[in-house]
């Protein structure tokens, strides 16, 4: 229950804009831009800014790859004994191997362990935002009929605005380079605000998502990777990694996010398996108020 009482806010402002978007209807895609593009940098760039690196960062990223890599490979063994074409296989890698450590992930983190388990988590944002614009995109333009992976994830590695904050955050503090106190205001204002808006935006997303003849068994397995298989890895790799004890239970409850929403975009753009993926996104998030508690309890 007192694990239930931190997930409720959350899907409390998750259902803010869910309910906005079904009463009123938003532009979400505009509000989307605005977040990702104006105010997620700027929270990147304070946390690059603000937090001293140490070698846990290096681990952060190997870490990160790795349990990609490791969940395509599961994709990749199911697919091969399901038979599924390189499409299915394809939307199912976008579905089960990228979790929501955007939206989701760092609120959680945030009521968990606060302000100081926080930068590890916009670590992990980044890192993943960086996967999911490259391997991600890699995938879902590899299951479109074109087949423009590699040329589709450089192009949008180039149009992600949260590397270069984090890159400009870093080069500021490595040059020592002082930000005035009215510079500084202004950054934590639109870094406070960028959290809540992402989350609320997610909620926007959620409610244009329709479950259309749901594929049961491809949604199962999904599930299945998404909310249990990938903690587990998760847990595999934190045991070889040497970080600090906050950093692994970080690692793995984030591991254990649902579905991120960004792939749901990719699979649309590229025409790879939208319904499937989509479905398996409000699904996942949906079961993550059961699950999450439950991977709290043991990580905890």
Excluded at 20 to 40: A, C, E, N, P, V
Excluded at 99 to 106: E, P, S
Excluded at 205 to 217: G, W, Y
Excluded at 287 to 293: D, G, K, N
């Amino acid at each position: 229950m007192e694990f239930l009482t931190i997930l409720l806010p959350i899907f409390g402002i998750f259902a803010l804009g869910f309910i906005g978007q079904k009463k009123i209807g938003f532009d979400t895609k505009t509000i989307s831009t605005m977040s990702l593009y104006l105010m997620s940098p700027v929270l990147v760039f304070k946390t690059f800014y603000t937090t001293k690196f140490t070698i846990d960062y290096l681990y952060l990223t190997l870490y990160t790859f790795a349990l990609c890599f490791a969940l395509i490979a599961v994709v990749y063994i199911i697919a091969y004994f399901q038979r599924y074409s390189t499409s299915e296989t394809c939307g199912m890698i976008l579905a089960s191997s990228f979790m929501n450590n955007g939206n989701y992930g760092t609120p959680v983190v945030l009521l968990l362990f606060g302000v100081t388990g926080l930068d590890s988590a916009i670590i992990l944002m980044v890192i993943q935002q960086l996967v999911m614009c490259t391997v991600g995109v890699y995938y879902a333009a590899k299951g479109s009929p074109q087949g423009n992976g590699i040329k589709s994830a450089i192009d949008a590695v180039r149009r992600i605005p949260i590397v270069y904050g984090g890159l400009l955050g870093a080069i500021f503090q490595f040059l020592h380079i002082p930000l005035s106190n009215s510079v500084k205001e202004a950054v934590d204002l639109v870094a406070g605000a960028a959290i809540p808006t992402i989350m609320i935006v997610l909620g926007m997303q959620l409610a244009k998502i329709s479950i259309r003849n749901l594929a049961k068994a491809k949604v199962s397995w999904s599930l299945a990777i998404k909310l249990v298989v990938s903690p587990f890895i998760a847990y595999i790799l934190t045991l070889l990694l040497p970080v600090d004890e906050m950093v692994k239970q970080i690692m793995i409850i984030m591991a254990a996010m649902p579905t991120a929403a960004n792939t749901t975009m990719y699979a649309l753009q590229f025409n790879t398996e939208p319904e499937f993926v989509s479905s398996a996104t409000l699904i996942s998030t949906s079961l993550s108020l059961a699950t999450l508690p439950i991977i709290f309890l043991i990580v905890l």
